[in-house]
């Protein structure tokens, strides 16, 4: 007998496959566990490994659960990279795009490609290609062109062209002549300074789960569940819109911020208009989307530890881990010293990171440890927030100033949700997450000011981004249960 | 007939917002396809615009006066980004009280524009000259 009221969410991860067993009807979860993936070998072995414990621990037989979905960032994500004509608008309104979907964009080019950028996107390997470029009724010559270069290339991966709709038939043409897998969707700048990701993004789901997740070899998955249907960044983006607007009968919270920080990247994503929230100040730049998702790729607690360093520089990382002291994680042993900044020179500094980028799977356990993650997270944080939101620019005319908005204003933001390793089981978690607060010293940045912060405790995010698909309004609930103020 | 498409707003630092409402209102009733991009608008993005668009012409107003420094180099800029043959008018206030016209028009013909206007012109005129420069005239 199966339970119609149980629902097994599985996410394949990069390195773990993660389950979360849910009861429908209590909106309760009611096992989670976790096991390495194993994509190289076969993936049911993982996800045996992590249904074997979800039913040691947890009484849970995952084989009787009646619903059972997956995403998956496995075997490298979905790797996108994003064509355009503008660098400013529709190459980075593709990009946008991209993100949205849930992708890693590797790369994101401009105006005719050049061979030597053909080149690179070959060298790149993208499991989908995004070709955009021109307004409807616009430019029609480069995207065209682009699509002459993409056919003569040797990238035999599905194209999403997604560019001026009156260059759309000749550029399907092309590639079809030239073999090449082609889906034409609507354009993600139909207007200039009209965003419109959605359809791209549908048609980016719609290849993942057609053609990416056997690709990936996730296929044998699917005898089991009823389906992988999107990459995991999507579902978290999925849960972040659904956790903001509610459901008919059960309101959101609101608009919010999610910041999920990871070993290799740190993602941030916005669910809020973003609009002015000042007198006399005028937007500028690409309209922003409701939901939007940023990545840093050289943001990490890990395998992007070192960049990280680079990126912020040893004297942002000292005070952030000299700080994370201060606040009472100060080890006893080997830190003492550095309650502040002192002893936290660079040497020090770049042998920290040197030694998580090394060690990719450590797990924190002496007070120090916890203490440099902390500092590590908040620095993380602080960065990745502050290239999400937008900035004010002031224009100083002989009259008196102008301000320019570019980006989200999100100075007025009620709710900041952290997620990530550091945060879930770190020490002060609270710390790590004020990263994202205004700050008097850079007050161009339209972070918000006086946020509330949760806590992803159950690390169930994505889980009920997947939930969202089927049962939306108990997905809702199920998230308010777990989230935790801190 | 494909609309011709114009690129409009007001350059600078320039926050004079009424003439260019009622410019897109009067060149969209013309049968013209009209991308405004409203107030402080900068030389690049004039030039991003027009490129997306596949536009023919972009519009610039200046009210406030700093037209001339405002718009050295817009030609230029346009050649550098590839549109050898758009047509550049310019309009509003152009320079800061009240001097010669012919010496105005002259310096901003230099300066690369193909049509230049004094201020109070009307919208009709500059319509005129658009169907012309752009062989839109009934029986052309
Ligand atoms: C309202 C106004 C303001 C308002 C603007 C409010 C707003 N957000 O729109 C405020 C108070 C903010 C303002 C500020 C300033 N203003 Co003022 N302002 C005016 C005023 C009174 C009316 C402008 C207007 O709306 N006209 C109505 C519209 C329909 O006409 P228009 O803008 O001229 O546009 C028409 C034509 O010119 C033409 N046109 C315009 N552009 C183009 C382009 C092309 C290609 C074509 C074909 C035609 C065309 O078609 C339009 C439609 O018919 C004028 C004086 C006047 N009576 O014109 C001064 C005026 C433009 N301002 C002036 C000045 C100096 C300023 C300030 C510098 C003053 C100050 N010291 O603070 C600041 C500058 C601020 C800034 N950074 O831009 C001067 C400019 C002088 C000059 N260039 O030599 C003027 C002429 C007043 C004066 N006589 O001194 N101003």
Redesign the pocket.
């Known amino acids: 007998m199966t339970e119609k009221e149980q629902a097994l969410l599985i996410d394949f991860g990069s390195t773990y496959t993660k389950l979360t067993a849910v009861d429908l009807g209590r909106a309760e979860v009611i096992g989670t566990a976790k096991a390495p993936t194993t994509v190289q070998e076969d993936i049911m072995i993982g996800l045996e490994n992590a249904m074997r414990r979800l039913k040691e621990d947890y009484g849970v037989d995952p084989g009787r659960c009646g619903r059972r979905i997956a995403c998956s960032s496995a075997a490298g994500g979905l790797k996108m990279v994003a064509v355009g004509l503008v660098p400013d608008l529709t190459a980075e309104a593709a990009k946008r795009a991209a993100l949205g979907a849930g992708a890693r964009v590797l790369s994101v080019l401009s105006y005719e490609l050049t061979r030597e950028e053909i080149e690179r996107m070959e060298a790149l390997k993208p499991d989908i290609v995004l070709l955009a470029g021109g307004t409807d009724g616009g430019n029609r010559d480069v995207i065209l062109a682009n699509a002459g270069r993409l056919a003569q290339s040797s990238l035999n991966v599905p194209m999403v062209v997604a560019g001026n709709k009156n260059a759309a038939d000749a550029v399907k043409d092309v590639l079809i002549e030239a073999g090449k897998d082609v889906r034409i969707t609507g354009n993600v700048m139909p207007e200039l300074g009209k965003l419109n990701v959605e359809p791209a993004r549908v048609t980016i789901r719609s290849v993942f789960m057609e053609r990416i997740v056997a690709a990936k070899g996730l296929k044998r998955a699917e005898n089991f569940v009823e389906g992988v249907v999107m990459p995991t960044p999507a579902a978290v983006l999925a849960a972040a819109e659904l956790i903001a607007k509610g459901v008919p009968g059960e309101p959101g919270l609101g608009e919010l911020m999610i910041i999920d920080i990871g070993g290799a990247t740190t993602d941030v994503h916005s669910v809020a208009t973003g609009d002015p929230t000042k007198p006399g100040v005028t937007p500028k730049g690409l309209p922003e989307p409701y939901a939007k998702r940023t990545v840093e790729g050289d943001l990490g607690m890990r395998y992007s530890a070192l960049s990280l360093v680079e990126a912020a520089g040893v004297e942002r990382v000292a005070k952030g881990i000299g700080q994370a002291g201060q606040a009472g994680l100060g080890g006893r042993k080997g830190l003492e010293d550095l309650e502040g900044r002192e002893g936290l020179d660079e040497e020090r500094i770049r042998s920290i990171a040197q030694d998580l980028n090394r060690h990719t799977d450590k797990v924190p356990v002496t007070e120090e440890e916890y203490q440099i993650d902390t500092g590590l997270g908040y620095v993380a944080t602080e960065m990745a927030v502050e290239r999400h939101v937008g900035y004010l620019e002031t224009v100083y005319?002989?009259?008196?100033a102008?301000y320019l908005q570019y980006g989200k204003d999100l100075t007025k933001l009620e709710c900041v949700i952290g997620t990530g390793g550091v945060v879930i089981y770190g020490r002060n978690p609270r710390l790590v997450l004020q990263g994202a607060l205004f700050d008097q010293a850079k007050p161009d940045l339209l972070k918000p000011i006086t946020p509330k912060f949760f806590l992803d405790a159950k690390y169930i995010l994505s889980a009920v981004g997947l939930l969202a698909e089927i049962a939306p309004a108990t997905a809702l609930r199920v998230m308010k249960r777990y989230l935790a103020e801190i | 007939m494909e609309q011709k498409t114009i690129v409009l707003g007001?350059i600078g630092?320039?926050?004079?917002?009424?003439?260019?409402k009622?410019?897109e209102q009067?060149f969209r009733e013309a049968g013209f396809k009209v991308v405004n991009l409203g107030?402080l608008v900068s030389q690049e993005e004039f030039i991003s615009a027009a490129i997306e668009t596949a536009a023919e012409v972009i519009?610039?107003?200046?009210?406030?006066?700093h037209?001339e420094i405002d718009c050295r180099g817009l030609r230029d800029k346009c050649r550098e980004s590839g549109l050898n043959n758009i047509l550049l008018?310019?309009?509003?206030?152009?320079?800061?009280?009240k001097q010669d016209w012919k010496e105005t028009e002259k310096k901003f013909k230099d300066m690369g524009f193909d049509?230049v206007?004094p201020?109070?012109?009307?919208?009709q005129?500059?319509i005129t000259d658009l169907r012309r420069d752009l062989g839109l005239e009934a029986g052309a």
């Open positions: 005319t002989p009259f008196g102008s | 007001v630092a320039d926050v004079h917002a009424v003439g260019n009622i410019l009067a107030v519009a610039v107003s200046s009210l406030y006066g037209g008018y310019v309009g509003g206030y152009l320079v800061v009280g049509r206007y201020p109070g012109t009307l919208p005129e500059a």
